[in-house]
């Protein structure tokens, strides 16, 4: 099986996986609150699709880990590029990145795939999942301010009421844990607006302004 073959099989791995996480998310659009039946099918759907489709994601994740050590090909990380100290690149990768429209984190995300995006005096291009951007982000904040990333695991806002870390020490704890380079592990079970929501609080946690961060997409670039 040569390389290619494989690049294409993790790349639809990954957009299936990210469109299924972002199912619940678009049906929850067309579910009236105001019909009793509707909503109690609804939710009862959800409920049992969550629960079947995190062991998807948990099992085709490893499927793909597993892929990537063997064959070592990453295609997450093929075209990825970013720029932060040298400001003529910068500039230039900006400028690239500006052809298309800019979006922002307070529109929705579900069926769509990110590009790129710029946060601060980062500017990074050619990803091809919010995973990608997601740990992209989570790598600038990380390197912000190493102290407070540290306490992400103990900070409530990061906690949700079910007692459920977005950020641990232990990866058993999580649904689909990813190793960061700091060691800290974080949950990537996510759909492209749960990241979307999690950057934003992210984003003032470390005194960003989360309206100020630039998302680019391969649609627009496509289109």
Known sequence: MNQEKIRELLDTLNSLQENLLGLPDDM??????????????GSR???????????FVESSSKIASLIKAHFRIDPEKDEVVEESANRQQRERLIAELDQTVPHTLEENFTYKRPFG???????????????????????????????????????????????????????????VGEKLPSGLYTEVNLSANMIRNNLYDLLEHFGYDPKAMKIYLREDRDA
Request: net charge negative; hydrophobic share 40%.
């Open 117 to 175: 995006f710029i946060l601060g005096e980062t500017a990074v291009k050619g990803l091809k999942t919010w995973k990608s951007l997601y740990l992209s982000v989570l790598d600038i904040l990380q390197s912000a301010d190493p102290e407070k990333f540290a306490a992400l695991p103990h900070t409530d806002r990061f906690i949700s009421n079910r007692g459920n870390p977005l950020f641990s020490n232990n990866h058993s704890i999580l649904r």
């Open 45 to 55: 759907f959800i409920i049992d699709y969550n629960n079947s489709l995190g062991l």
């Open 28 to 41: 929850l659009l067309g579910i009236d609150p105001r019909d009793n039946e509707s909503l109690e099918q």
